[in-house]
């Protein structure tokens, strides 16, 4: 795996997209996005998906944050970080994404949240940092 990561945004709030892009092109990773709708974003997705993705769980339309991170990991193996102030939904949907991050949110969580994900893709075990709680057996 190269250094350049490809990096899903699906994010309804545009100034919460607006620092996920930020985050990423700081960091010098390729965007994906970002898209207000689990729908768009899926429609964008081709034979190869992101490495890492950040998803709202409340995104509008019939297909929610939580369905795409499904399909986000299961067909691409995505690192995938559910990004919502509803903390009940997001635990309840432990398997369906590497972790949850709590709205609101810092940049330096979600630069926090990019660091570990390149890092557990790379095979580290380390523990999240503080911000995110695990979801993924993987990561508890």
Known sequence: MGDNLKVLVAEDDAILAYALELVVHEAGHEIIGPFPTAAGALAALGEIGPEIAFV??????????????????ARFGTTVFLVSGDRRTALGSRGAAYGFIEKPASESTFRAALAHAIAIRGGT?????AGIIPLAAAAA
Not at 56 to 73: E, K, P, S
Not at 125 to 129: A, L, R
């Open 56 to 73: 709202d769980i409340g995104l509008d339309g019939l297909t929610n944050g939580v369905a795409l991170a499904q399909v986000l990991t």
């Open 125 to 129: 075990t380390e523990q999240p940092p």
